[in-house]
């Protein structure tokens, strides 16, 4: 499975913003995609999760009701709609592919990772 993220960038406080991550490869869709994130001196977190199979979806507690996340199956990619962004959204975000009986997993149960995309929020 190969990941492509991006969409990162910088934009105020209560702005929005879209990443996209595009998946490759014999197997994707038997996988959960997630959505990571990582600000400087914390450890990668979990923001989000979508199941390929059901689109089944998950969130993080700090970014239910601002975030969601979703798939286009035509496009072969998971999308990350951020809105009402805050400051403390801040950090490196990653998509990851899991199995898909992982619910809100950690970083170490991730299978496969694409490249970071920051995102800044000024206040």
């Known amino acids: 499975v190969q990941l492509q993220a991006s969409g990162g960038g910088l934009v105020p406080a209560g702005g929005s913003l879209r990443l996209s991550c595009a998946a490759s490869?014999?197997?994707?869709?038997?996988?959960?995609m997630n959505w990571f994130r990582q600000a400087p001196g914390k450890e990668r977190e979990f923001v989000a999760a979508?199941?390929?199979?059901?689109?089944?979806?998950f969130y993080a507690d700090s970014v239910r009701g601002r975030f969601t996340i979703s798939r286009d199956n035509a496009k072969s990619t998971v999308y990350l709609q951020m809105n009402s962004l805050k400051p403390e959204d801040t950090a490196v975000y990653y998509c990851?592919?899991?199995?898909?009986?992982?619910?809100?997993?950690?970083?170490?149960?991730?299978?496969?990772w694409g490249q970071g995309t920051q995102v800044t929020v000024s206040s």
């Open positions: 990851g592919a899991s199995q898909p009986n992982h619910y809100y997993p950690t970083a170490d149960l991730v299978d496969y």
């Open positions: 490869g014999r197997s994707f869709r038997s996988y959960m």
């Open positions: 979508v199941r390929w199979s059901d689109g089944s979806t």
